[in-house]
């Protein structure tokens, strides 16, 4: 099995494109959706430093037929919202290859995880290549050669801080950040994050999967 990270360029007239570029420094995260005819039915949750108002600019765009503010806190806002497009699902209906949730979008670009076979994800590349849908592969990770190098604990937190940005360049949030998510303090994320990608790079030069202690 392969686990995928692809960034997809979003259509210029996706209402999450048009939105997520006029705030090209929030972070919009998919949490789950489903489509129910002609519609789809969403659960969204933005995080920027003006949550209120990239809230209403979603709630205000022609493509959201009813929108509600589920929660808000200062840096983070969390809707459950309707919206006639569908593309994204038709996009996953047409692919033996669904992504998997949160779905993040950021600047005009969706950021999709993946995990399915090796002819899976061939096509699904080739369909992105035939439909002229940039996109950039982040990570492809083979599942039997890694699946016993990583403990869940080190696995957990490289994926929250792939998340977050913090291995974007430059980093989109700091290891407080990551920490906040996973509930534990900065210095654990320091530390497990260093052996965890030790390990990765070490594999990845020699092969050799060095030991397995947090």
């Not at 669904?98 to 994800?121: C, H, K, N, Q, S």
């Not at 530390?191 to 594999?203: D, E, I, M, S």
Request: charged residues 30%; contains cysteine; aromatic residues 8%.
């Amino acid at each position: 099995m392969i686990t995928a990270s692809l960034r997809i360029r979003l259509p210029e007239d996706a209402w999450v494109a048009e939105v997520s570029r006029s705030f090209p420094s929030a972070t919009f995260r998919l949490l789950s959706g489903v489509r129910t005819g002609d519609r789809a039915v969403e659960l969204g949750e933005v995080v920027a430093e003006n949550p209120r108002e990239v809230s209403g600019a979603i709630a205000t765009h022609p493509s959201i037929e009813a929108h509600e503010r589920l929660a808000v806190t200062d840096d983070r806002s969390l809707s459950k919202y309707e919206t006639i497009e569908t593309a994204l699902y038709e996009f996953v209906e047409s692919v033996s290859l669904p992504p998997e949730f949160p779905i993040v979008v950021r600047a005009g670009w969706y950021e999709l995880d993946f995990t399915g076979t090796r002819d899976e994800f061939d096509g699904l590349r080739a369909m992105l290549e035939d439909a002229n849908l940039r996109y950039e592969l982040q990570s492809l990770v083979e599942a039997d050669e890694t699946a016993t190098l990583l403990t869940d604990r080190q696995r957990a937190t490289l994926e929250a801080a792939l998340r977050e940005g913090y291995f974007e360049v430059p980093r989109e949030c700091t290891l407080d950040t990551v920490a906040g998510t996973l509930g534990v303090d900065e210095s654990t994320v320091s530390g497990v994050l260093r052996r965890g990608q030790a390990k990765l790079v070490k594999w990845h030069l020699t092969g050799a999967d060095g030991d397995r202690l947090d």
